[in-house]
């Protein structure tokens, strides 16, 4: 039997860096398709690798579950040194890449919680729920922004070297409020997404993905 990674996730969403990471590593994987916005069957269909139903969600071929999408991107990075895609313990870089890895899910990609469900805490007062949208784009924004004031690229992110921290923010600058208002929040970090977008390492991923269809930077 093959060593087979299995993924929880869907094309777009937070399992996206995690499965260009595999790609770009070479590993073998499957994906088990689970848009789990969309419906209770599809968090039903996560419940079993990951009780809170999201994506994305890792089965190594050894049988153990990996919850949460930068800690996910950590350990397959720092389980294929061989790849370069995260510094390593003794680089330099190691604390700025922990400290961002953990700041945009903590700080942004969890305002898509709330944000995407509003009734989640502005229950069926739709004046409440549009208002909980625009201050979590505002948040999300603002963090961009706040990233971008503190942090000095090279060809990418950290330097030199492409690392998950460079897909993670290529995705997630992806997702409302989208590329257009990123790329005024974050000057900096714009042509380093840009790039990553163009990797042609990348480019069939990000056909069946991610496309880059008409109108998506907004």
Not at 91 to 101: K, N
Not at 115 to 134: C, H, K, M, S, V
Not at 162 to 185: G, I
Request: charged share 25%.
């Amino acid at each position: 039997m093959g060593m087979v990674f299995t993924l929880y996730g869907a094309a777009g969403s937070g399992s996206t860096p995690v499965e260009a990471t595999l790609r770009l590593i070479g590993l073998d994987y499957q994906v088990v398709e689970a848009a789990t916005w969309e419906s209770e069957a599809e968090r039903d269909r996560v419940a079993a690798v990951n009780p809170m139903r999201q994506v994305p969600a890792l089965v190594t071929p050894g049988g153990e579950i990996i919850t949460e999408s930068a800690a996910i991107l950590i350990w397959l990075a720092d389980s294929h040194p061989q790849a370069r895609l995260s510094p390593a313990l003794d680089d330099p870089r190691r604390a700025q890449f922990l400290r961002w890895m953990t700041f945009i899910p903590a700080s942004i990609y969890s305002m898509f919680w709330v944000r995407d469900e509003p009734t989640r805490l502005g229950g069926d007062n739709p004046q409440a729920q549009a208002e909980i949208q625009r201050r979590t784009i505002e948040r999300i924004a603002d963090c961009w922004r706040m990233m971008d004031a503190q942090i000095t690229p090279g060809r990418f992110l950290l330097g030199e070297e492409l690392t998950v921290l460079d897909l993670y923010v290529a995705v997630a600058s992806r997702w409302t409020p989208r590329r257009r208002r990123f790329y005024a929040e974050a000057p900096g970090m714009a042509e380093v997404v840009r790039r990553v977008d163009a990797l042609p390492a990348l480019q069939p991923f990000w056909a069946e993905r991610f496309p880059f269809d008409e109108g998506w930077e907004g």
